[in-house]
C-alpha cells in the first residue's frame, strides 16, 4: 500500500480520483460559453428534446459514484498484494502500458455486450437503460446518468473486470480510471472543439456517440468508451459526416448508403 503526498493509499486514491475529475471536467465544460458554433445540437434542441432536468442529472450521476466507491473499495479490499513492508511493487513502464491497452480493449468489450443487450432486450431498455436516453441531447454532466442497475453492471463491474483481467496495481488503476472517466465525460459533452485531442485520436469519440443518442442511430454506434472494433466488426457501425448549420455548430448527419 503506498500513500500519495502520506496522506492517502493508492487503494483510496482510486476509488476517489475518478469520482473528483469526473466533476472537475464536466463542471469546466458545464462552465464555458454557451459556444453555438461548436455545439452538435443547438441551446433549443437541447432544452426540447431532454426528458429530465439538470438536477435529476447530478441527483443519479451522484448515486451511481456511491455504488461505484462502495464497489471500488471492496475490489482493492480484496486484491491488495502489498509486499510484507507495506508496499506495493510497482512493474516496470512498458508494462504499464500493455496492462492499460489490455485494460482499455477489455472494458469496451464488456461495455459493447452489455450496452447492446440492453437495446436488444425490450424489457431491459424500457425499464433500465432509457433512463440514459432520456438525454437525447448529450452533455457534460450526464455521462453517467444511468439506472442505478445499469451504472453497476455496464460501468462498475466494466471497470472492475478490466482491472483485474489486466493484472494493473492499484496505483496504475487510479490513471486508467480517470483516463477512462475523462473520455466518457467527453464522449457526451455535445462540443465538437477544435483540436480535441479525443477527436484526433479516437474516432470513438463526441459525435461518434452523439449518433446512437438520435433516433435514427439508436441500434448503431454501441461500442464505447474507446475504440469502434466491436462496432465493425459485428455490423453496428454506422458512418457519420458533421455539416455545418447555417445557424452555427454541426450536426452528426447519417450518410445514405
Given at each position: 500500500m503506498v500513500f500519495w503526498v502520506g496522506y492517502m493509499s493508492d487503494e483510496s486514491m482510486g476509488t476517489f480520483a475518478p469520482l473528483v475529475v469526473y466533476w472537475l471536467y464536466a463542471g469546466?465544460?458545464?462552465?464555458?460559453?454557451?459556444?453555438?458554433?461548436?455545439?452538435?445540437?443547438?441551446?433549443?434542441?437541447?432544452?426540447?428534446?431532454?426528458?429530465?432536468?439538470?438536477?435529476?442529472?447530478i441527483k443519479g450521476v451522484l448515486l451511481q459514484q456511491f455504488a461505484q466507491a462502495v464497489v471500488a473499495e471492496l475490489l482493492f479490499l480484496v486484491t491488495s498484494n502489498s509486499s510484507s513492508s507495506g508496499r506495493t511493487v510497482q512493474p516496470s513502464l512498458p508494462v504499464q502500458v500493455v496492462q492499460f491497452i489490455i485494460a482499455m480493449l477489455v472494458m469496451d468489450t464488456w461495455q459493447y455486450f452489455v450496452h447492446r443487450y440492453m437495446h436488444q432486450n425490450k424489457f431491459l431498455y424500457r425499464h433500465i437503460h432509457s433512463q440514459h436516453h432520456r438525454l437525447v441531447v448529450p452533455y457534460a454532466i450526464g455521462a453517467l446518468y444511468n439506472h442505478p442497475l445499469e451504472g453497476l453492471l455496464l460501468d462498475t463491474f466494466g471497470g472492475a473486470?478490466?482491472?483485474?483481467?489486466?493484472?494493473?496495481?492499484?496505483?496504475?488503476?487510479?490513471?486508467?480510471?480517470?483516463?477512462?472517466?475523462?473520455?466518457?465525460?467527453?464522449d457526451h459533452c455535445g462540443l465538437w472543439l477544435p483540436g480535441n485531442i479525443f477527436h484526433l485520436l479516437f474516432q470513438n469519440n463526441t459525435a461518434y456517440h452523439d449518433?446512437?443518442?438520435?433516433?435514427?442511430?439508436?441500434?448503431?454506434?454501441?461500442?464505447?468508451?474507446?475504440?469502434?472494433?466491436?462496432?465493425?466488426?459485428?455490423?453496428?457501425?454506422v458512418p457519420y459526416t458533421l455539416v455545418k448549420r447555417a445557424e452555427g455548430g454541426f450536426e452528426a448527419r447519417l450518410k445514405k448508403e
Open positions: 469546466f465544460y458545464q462552465l464555458l460559453p454557451p459556444l453555438d458554433k461548436y455545439r452538435l445540437h443547438t441551446r433549443t434542441e437541447e432544452n426540447e428534446k431532454n426528458l429530465v432536468p439538470l438536477r435529476t442529472v473486470i478490466s482491472f483485474l483481467i489486466s493484472g494493473m496495481t492499484a496505483r496504475t488503476a487510479v490513471f486508467f480510471f480517470c483516463f477512462a472517466v475523462i473520455k466518457t465525460v467527453d449518433v446512437h443518442h438520435q433516433l435514427q442511430g439508436l441500434k448503431f454506434n454501441y461500442s464505447q468508451p474507446f475504440f469502434s472494433i466491436w462496432d465493425k466488426l459485428l455490423g453496428t457501425y
